[in-house]
């Protein structure tokens, strides 16, 4: 059985073609077809292997995507999200980010009454990255944003996941 992609765009899609972007900031994204716009699924394809989407897991998506499927991943090289959710939606795509909001570590510290040292024991993170993180020095990444929104609503669940052994 042909792929959507293929038969749509028939045997001569040039993938070697495409040059991924150099550089640029991992995106989770939660892509689906907006039914009532023109697709342009070969185009859509050429825009996520540009930022950063393998050229199979990119095919995947535009196979599910044809098949008015939902799509979860990861674009590893966007530059410039504001124009890249704008390309994808030219090609009638819907383009939901999930990215953890931003937190403030010292109030979720705070809300708890540990000092530094404490917070960090208690869900396994290091004391100097608490630190910075509090001092401006560095800022968490998605992964730790996601764990500490959890440690904020979730201390006790939080507190049970470090604890955990295998």
């Known amino acids: 059985m042909l792929s959507k992609l293929l038969e749509r765009a028939g045997p001569r899609v040039r993938v070697e073609a495409i040059r991924p972007?150099?550089?640029?900031?991992?995106v989770a994204l939660h892509l689906r077809r907006d039914l009532a716009q023109l697709d342009r699924l070969?185009?859509?394809f050429h825009i996520l292997v540009t930022n950063g989407v393998s050229v199979r897991k990119a095919k995947d998506a535009i196979d599910l995507l044809a098949n008015d499927e939902a799509v979860a991943l990861i674009a590893t090289k966007v530059d410039n999200y504001p124009a890249f959710e704008v390309s994808l939606s030219d090609c009638g795509?819907?383009?939901?980010?999930?990215?953890?909001?931003?937190?403030?570590?010292?109030s979720v510290r705070a809300k708890f009454l540990l000092t530094q040292e404490q917070f960090?024991?208690?869900?396994?993170l290091g004391l100097a990255t608490v630190q910075n993180w509090e001092q401006g020095r560095s800022v968490p990444d998605g992964p730790a944003r996601s764990f500490l929104a959890v440690i904020d609503r979730y201390p006790e669940i939080a507190e049970e996941v470090v604890k955990a052994r295998p």
């Open 21 to 26: 972007n150099p550089s640029g900031s991992p």
């Open 42 to 44: 070969v185009t859509a």
């Open 93 to 106: 795509l819907i383009v939901e980010r999930h990215a953890p909001p931003e937190i403030d570590v010292a």
């Open 120 to 124: 960090a024991a208690r869900f396994a």
